[in-house]
């Protein structure tokens, strides 16, 4: 995106704006039919082929003593399901491994395209992925508390905590919002924001630079300068492709925890 914004030196757009997101078609027919696939949906479709490619061919001839694709695969989802979901779940939390350890690499390799060269922007800075993303653990998690303890008392587990009947009518509604609603919202709003923001940044420092440049070439030092804090950002935004996508694991795990557990 960087590469186009600033392929025609005589017209930087700049600053970013928020349209910056809104792609066009990389196929050519269909006409507005084929706005669906834009270069957003091409990396969504990527991430997917590379995390069952590598899997797929880490496991097709496990061995005792594995290659390094193998023990790549394994300490990956080693870490998913001793770290996130025993640690959060106890035994119980073997069975959710695989969608947990699924979620987080989905996750990752979506924020990585942000710092790609080319690519350069996250799918999930559009709010659609984590929305849909929250989504399916909002499901997850309510379906599986469902299925252990029935509508009526999951219910009642969810809302109903303990504390003296009076101030049931003020918390009741407070543990509806926070459960039924703050919890999807804040998931996805917490990673679209942070991708969202970050690729922000990296425009403005990259197109900064390439606009003061054009605008005065005694600005030369303050571009190099507003490159450098570009490179600086990248590393920055790497540590947040992880962690985000750690925080979105963690949480899931902690909402399916509550969902299941006997107490509220």
């Known amino acids: 995106m960087i590469g186009q914004a600033v392929a025609l030196k005589s017209d930087v ?10 792609l066009p078609s990389i196929v050519p027919w269909g006409g507005l039919d084929s ?8 990396l969504v479709w990527v991430s997917t082929a590379i995390i069952i490619i590598f899997f797929t061919l880490a496991y097709r ?22 770290n996130i979901a025993i640690e959060m779940l106890g035994a119980r939390g073997v069975r959710f491994a ?14 990585m395209w942000s710092i790609v060269p080319v690519a350069q922007i996250s799918p999930n800075s559009h709010i659609a992925f984590p929305a849909f993303l929250a989504l399916i653990s909002y499901v997850l998690f309510n379906y599986v508390g469902i299925k252990k303890f029935g509508f009526r008392k999951y219910m009642r ?26 919890r999807p919202f804040s998931l996805a709003v917490r990673l679209f924001a942070n991708m969202f923001a970050g690729h922000m940044l990296l425009l403005v420092f990259t197109l900064g630079g390439f606009a003061m ?11 190099v300068l507003s490159w450098l804090m570009t490179i600086a950002l990248t590393l920055l935004e790497l540590l947040v492709i992880f962690l985000q996508a750690y925080v979105f694991t963690v949480l899931t795990a902690s909402y399916i925890q509550g969902a299941v557990s006997e107490e509220h």
Request: charged share 10%.
């Open 13 to 22: 757009p700049f600053p970013p704006e928020v349209g910056d997101f809104y």
């Open 35 to 42: 706005l669906w696939f834009t270069k957003i949906t091409a």
């Open 61 to 82: 001839k496990p061995k005792l003593v594995p290659g390094k694709a193998q023990w790549i695969a394994e300490s990956t989802y080693g870490f998913v399901r001793n």
């Open 98 to 111: 695989p969608y947990l350890a699924t979620l987080l690499l989905f996750i990752v390799f979506n924020n």
């Open 157 to 182: 587990n969810s809302l109903i905590p303990p504390a003296p009947w009076f101030v049931l009518p003020i918390l009741i509604p407070i543990e509806f919002f926070s459960t039924f609603l703050v």
């Open 213 to 223: 440049l054009q605008a005065n070439t005694a600005l030369a030092p303050i571009s």
